[in-house]
């Protein structure tokens, strides 16, 4: 968990670290009162300033997905799952329309758009790391409609 923190992406990092503890209590890895690593164990581990993670915790608060008890740590809060699944699968949703739209609108054919799909769903990968040389090869070879 939060092990796919890149602090070269152009994502940044306090959105990240958001992004994969929604993505973790959306997925089931992360349940109802488990521990976050505390902000000086994260910030060690991914090399960032502590105010970086003390931000992505105050603002998962904010957004009630977990709780701070003093001295204990931060905690992911109740009902917090089902709020994650739902804004996880409307941001997918919403953003494989958008990549699908642009590639058509790019040119691209059904098949070619499949066979990316196809090379992404087969690559072990995180979020934020590089465009996996095998999607780049395959993009490489398009001939978009003229």
Do not use: W
Not at 6 to 15: L, T
Not at 19 to 44: C, H, M
Not at 84 to 108: P, Y
Not at 122 to 130: C, K, N, R
């Amino acid at each position: 968990m939060l092990d796919s923190i890149d602090i070269d992406s152009s994502v940044p990092v306090y959105i990240q670290i958001e992004n994969e503890v929604q993505f973790g209590i959306a997925s089931g890895r992360l349940k109802t009162d488990d521990r976050l690593p505390s902000v000086r164990e994260l910030s060690e581990r991914v090399k960032v300033n502590p105010n970086t993670v003390a931000k992505s915790y105050r603002d998962l608060e904010v957004m009630g997905l977990v709780y701070t008890r003093q001295g204990m740590g931060v905690f992911v809060a109740k009902g917090a799952t089902a709020r994650c699944r739902e804004e996880c699968l409307r941001r997918v949703v919403s953003r494989i329309h958008e990549v699908v739209s642009e590639a058509k609108a790019a040119g691209f054919g059904p098949k070619e758009i499949k066979d990316l799909v196809n090379v992404s769903l087969g690559v072990d990968t995180t979020p934020y790391g590089e465009t996996p040389k095998q999607m780049l090869e395959i993009a490489k070879k398009f001939k978009p409609k003229a």
